[in-house]
């Protein structure tokens, strides 16, 4: 470098001439760069700024954009920054969804268990596809259209979206029967299926009735009504509304059912939102239950229009909440299409009860994992760990204390069950000892469960063929058994639950499944206590 330039770059004055120089020239560059965008202001002007930056994407993006990936990710981080139930819902789960609510679907018309990595028929819906094809309780279903189904590890979902499809169109599906060496080809022709929010209708004692509803569907309500009045032709004069597990549906269904109970003119649930004017649901009268004892069961996982049904019993003071404290979903979703079968449920209202609860529960950060949380705080086994807001203290119709903010309390308390919980029943539900072994023995007695009409047809069979000492000796072939005094603590909760299960299996499906299951049910023994009944002792659990 010559002598002369060196000098020249040595001089503190140049230096800071050449700093301003490239601070300017990096300046101006930066300019042109980033162009300052203005945002419009004022009530017209919304949603500018995230349109500004659509804008901004579209034209100066480095690279190429895949729009619709793009957008099938930021709908749902949209909604969720509304509140945990408004939702977007893709084509597939927007089909899902309908078909819950609507109380059908397209397919052929089985229920199953996949007790060992293989789908095994429960039950066949009588005058469906399948019943029409020929398949049987039991059948275990091994390939689908070709495609091998059974022991590869395939999820549930995925089978059930082989076996449905529309209506008419045809699935080959190929069974493994018991007693046959080669699998039996069957080709289906997919139909509409009905599906049954209605689980269980019978009798507990000659007066008291059960009912037992899974959700809220377009059929709900003449379900139930079907069922009520059957049991009351056989004597019922108090029922218990089973609404445990139900997260809901249609708040008109639950307005209908309600109805059933309440005298004219009774609030039964109100909705109010920002966009909608304060809407009255109100009992009309014309109710077929309204001299009927009631007792409505709930717990956390009930929900949405478990907790209108609840909560219009409640605040009208016409019969007692049991169980434990709801959910606390107090928002009413309207669902919204879109042209590419895809929707949303957007939150529109609120619903408030009869004496005026919101039952909302917060928004908190930990909103997704309030049910582990109550467990962790003691509350499901003792109400005294539940916190009540006395901010929030509103007055049934007979000026009795309820609070808002967080679900239904029920009126009657019932802890959850932990009576004969022991390592050997931990360890028999942790390996699925039950389903595998229900579906072993029905394959080894379908004759006889394919004739059994009656819960005394059953214990004939269960009795013959040593329920007990069979399933034991399955335990311990699978490394289970049991340690000191365990089965006399829990025998008697595992033979209900195996009895239920084979039941299924049988002619009366359901209907033998919860006799049994009910009989270690504390919150039906509960009921039965608050109306006086007494209860036999357990059968004798033998060594």
């Known amino acids: 470098m010559p002598q002369k330039l060196k000098e020249l770059l040595d001089n503190p004055w140049f230096k800071g001439f050449l700093i301003l120089l490239l601070a300017a020239f990096l300046l101006g560059h930066a300019r042109r760069c980033s162009r300052v965008k203005p945002i419009p202001t004022g009530d017209n002007a919304k949603w500018s700024k995230l349109m500004l930056v659509i804008d901004q994407i579209e034209k100066n993006y480095v690279d190429t954009i895949s729009y619709k990936q793009i957008i099938e990710k930021a709908i749902p981080s949209l909604l969720e920054s509304l509140d945990p139930h408004s939702v977007y819902l893709p084509p597939t789960d927007l089909q899902r969804a309908d ?60 089978l059930i979206r082989l076996l449905r499809g529309p209506r008419d169109t045809k699935v080959s599906v190929e069974i493994q029967r018991n007693g046959v060496n080669e699998l039996i080809p069957f080709e289906i022709t997919r139909g509409v299926i009905p599906i049954n929010s209605l689980d269980a209708a019978l009798m507990l004692t000659p007066t008291l009735g059960y009912i037992k509803l899974s959700t809220f569907s377009l059929t709900t309500h003449l379900e139930f009504l079907k069922a009520a009045l059957e049991l009351r032709a056989q004597g019922m004069t108090t029922l218990l509304l089973d609404l445990r597990d139900n997260p809901g549906g249609f708040m008109e269904q639950a307005v209908l059912i ?92 609120r619903f408030y009860t009869p004496s005026g609860r919101c039952i909302q529960k917060p928004y908190t950060p930990d909103y997704n994992y309030d049910i582990l949380g109550r467990y962790q705080r003691g509350e499901m086994r003792s ?59 029905a394959d080894l007695n379908r004759a006889a469960l394919d004739t059994a009409k009656s819960l005394e047809d059953l214990e004939v069979i269960f009795n013959s063929e040593h329920l007990q000492h069979q399933f034991l000796l399955y335990a311990a072939s699978e490394g289970v058994r049991p340690k000191g005094d365990e089965w ?44 006086g009944v007494k209860e036999e002792e357990p059968e004798e659990i033998k060594k």
């Open 99 to 158: 078909e819950s609510l609507i109380g059908n679907f397209s397919g052929i018309g089985i229920e199953f268990n996949v007790p060992n990595d293989t789908a095994v028929v429960v039950s066949v819906i009588p005058g469906g596809p399948s019943s029409r094809a020929g398949l049987h309780s039991g059948d275990r279903i091994i390939k689908v259209d070709e495609r091998t189904v059974a022991g590869v590890n395939l999820p549930q979902d995925s």
């Open 258 to 349: 309600s109805n059933e109970f309440l005298k004219k003119g009774d609030m039964v649930v109100y909705m109010q939102g920002r966009m909608r004017k304060k809407e009255d649901y109100k009992a009309r009268g014309t109710g077929r239950l309204k001299d009927v004892k009631l007792y409505v069961a709930i717990n956390e996982s009930s929900a949405s229009s478990s907790e209108i049904v609840a909560g219009a019993i409640q605040d009208n003071d016409r019969g007692t909440i049991v169980g434990r404290r709801s959910f606390g979903k107090g928002l009413v979703q309207e669902p919204i299409r879109f042209s590419d079968s895809s929707g949303i449920r957007l939150t529109v209202a």
């Open 383 to 441: 109400a005294d760990s539940i916190k009540l807001n006395d901010s929030l203290k509103y007055k049934t119709v007979a000026g009795r204390t309820v609070y808002g903010g967080g679900g239904i309390m029920p009126d009657v308390f019932v802890p959850i069950d932990t009576v004969g919980v022991t390592d050997f029943l931990i360890k028999v539900n942790r390996k699925s000892l039950l389903m595998k072994f229900s579906s072993h023995f």
């Open 488 to 531: 006399e603590q829990s025998g008697f909760i595992v033979l209900q639950q195996l009895k239920g299960l084979i039941g299924r299996y049988s002619a009366m499906k359901d209907d033998a499944f919860y006799p049994y299951v009910l009989k270690i049910d504390n919150l039906v023994d509960k009921v039965k206590e608050l109306e």
